[in-house]
């Protein structure tokens, strides 16, 4: 069964640090999703791509967070340098449908980001 | 933007009792309502879902009602087993600028065997 894959599953740094998530998606999938998950709160939404297009932003740290899907398929986020309140599940996702949700929105494992 | 309301935030029922969620949304042009579980240490899994020109909907022991002139739709699950106790979140999509989901907040329920 295919699977959006993310690495590292588990992550911890020092305040000031640089770190980074990769996502692959389900092959095929065209809308790629970022959110972040703080503990006992749903998911929020840091940034959309279709394809390589980055489509929603707005509610990315673009201070200290970056985002890029360069050739459509896999993403790497990034944030640089890391605060204690980053500290959170950041979770990948995708979807079938360009610039709408058609159906299932297929999500990975999550990379938990703890911040000393 | 759309905003989603969740309760209870934690719910506790004993194995085959009924189990209801209910969720509220703002954003009247919302047409698109999925409900995932997320079990420990992993990521959200779709479990049903429900589109605007339905009112209900239902599989096997799990079922989503939808009101729109309300603005709320329920997730039910019926005879409940200890392998249900996870964390739901309801969602719902907007189609006009902002094509992607918003979150409720979550429910934390466990099935008591």
């Known amino acids: 069964e295919a699977e959006v894959a993310q690495s590292p599953r588990y992550k911890i740094t020092e305040k000031s640090q640089a770190v980074a998530f990769w996502c692959d998606p389900i092959?095929?999938?065209?809308?790629l999703y970022w959110y972040r998950q703080i503990l006992g709160q749903g998911p929020e939404l840091l940034v959309q791509?279709?394809?390589?297009?980055?489509?929603?932003d707005s509610q990315l740290p673009k201070d200290r967070f970056s985002a890029e899907r360069l050739k459509g398929v896999d993403s790497t986020l990034k944030i640089q340098p890391a605060e204690l309140g980053d500290s959170a599940m950041y979770l990948c996702?995708?979807?079938?449908?360009?610039?709408?949700?058609?159906?299932?929105?297929?999500f990975g494992e999550g990379s938990r980001l703890t911040v000393l | 933007g759309e905003n989603v309301e969740q309760h209870p935030s934690t719910l506790s029922v004993q194995e085959g009792d009924s189990a209801v969620i209910k969720c509220t949304y703002s954003?009247?042009?919302?047409?698109?309502f999925p409900w995932y579980k997320q079990e420990l240490g992993k990521g959200p899994q779709l479990i049903i879902d429900?589109?605007?020109?339905?009112g209900e909907k239902k599989d096997q022991r799990i079922a989503v009602t939808l009101n729109k002139t309300a603005k709320h739709f329920s997730l039910h699950i019926t005879e409940t087993q200890p392998e249900d106790s996870a964390v739901y979140f309801c969602a719902a999509f907007t189609g006009g600028g902002r094509r992607a989901l918003t979150f409720g907040s979550g429910t934390r329920l466990q099935v008591q065997p």
């Open positions: 429900i589109r605007s020109n339905v």
């Open positions: 092959s095929g999938h065209a809308t």
């Open positions: 791509f279709q394809d390589e297009s980055v489509v929603d």
């Open positions: 954003d009247s042009a919302s047409n698109y």
């Open positions: 996702a995708s979807s079938l449908g360009p610039q709408e949700i058609t159906g299932e929105l297929f």
